[in-house]
């Protein structure tokens, strides 16, 4: 049986547009993305701040469901040791029932007197801190979305 060079494009076409009209917008996994994270260079005094951005099918990103961050210290000497990781959850931002997208601002310090939460640094070392951040959120009904990391960051020790 021969097939003629246009039929089998046309048949190529023809799966790709049936495939393309089933997909969803949104998954029921949440999905984060990193819109911007800073400072590069994060000193005592400096708030640190993620913006996440993120989509949702259900919506039901609320109250219920958390940011989770682990700050993976780089440095040879941590690998390894109880300090390489460090998790801290953080609490979701309220938005209204059926939020499908939006965005998620996360502040923390190392810092006492900062009105955010307070993120140890690694007290082993006097050295510098060369660390990722890794970033999750969980929805109410318990889907987490895929793991995002930042760029390197650099921890001041002052």
């Known amino acids: 049986?021969?097939?003629?060079k246009f039929s089998i494009i046309g048949g190529i076409f023809i799966l790709f547009?049936?495939?393309?009209?089933?997909?969803d917008k949104?998954?029921?996994?949440?999905?984060?993305?990193?819109?911007?994270?800073?400072?590069?260079?994060?000193a005592f005094n400096n708030i640190f701040e993620a913006?996440?951005?993120?989509?949702d099918k259900e919506g039901d990103l609320t109250e219920f469901g958390e940011v989770l961050i682990q700050k993976?210290?780089?440095?040879?000497?941590?690998?390894?040791?109880?300090?390489?990781?460090?998790e801290l959850r953080y609490p979701f931002p309220?938005?209204?029932?059926?939020?499908?997208?939006?965005e998620i601002l996360i502040r923390f310090g190392r810092n006492q007197d900062q009105p955010y939460p307070v993120?140890?640094?690694?007290?082993?070392?006097?050295?510098?801190?060369?660390?990722?951040?890794h970033f999750a959120v969980r929805?109410?009904?318990g889907n987490w979305s895929d793991t995002v990391t930042s760029r390197q960051i650099i921890i001041i020790k002052n």
């Open 119 to 133: 993120w140890e640094v690694n007290p082993i070392t006097a050295q510098n801190d060369t660390v990722v951040f």
């Open 72 to 86: 993976q210290i780089l440095n040879q000497n941590q690998i390894g040791l109880d300090q390489e990781f460090r």
């Open 26 to 42: 949104f998954e029921t996994k949440p999905h984060i993305e990193i819109k911007s994270i800073g400072p590069d260079q994060w």
């Open 1 to 4: 049986m021969k097939f003629s």
């Open 51 to 55: 913006v996440l951005s993120f989509t």
């Open 139 to 141: 929805d109410e009904a």
């Open 17 to 23: 547009a049936i495939s393309a009209c089933n997909k």
């Open 94 to 102: 309220e938005y209204p029932a059926g939020t499908q997208k939006g």
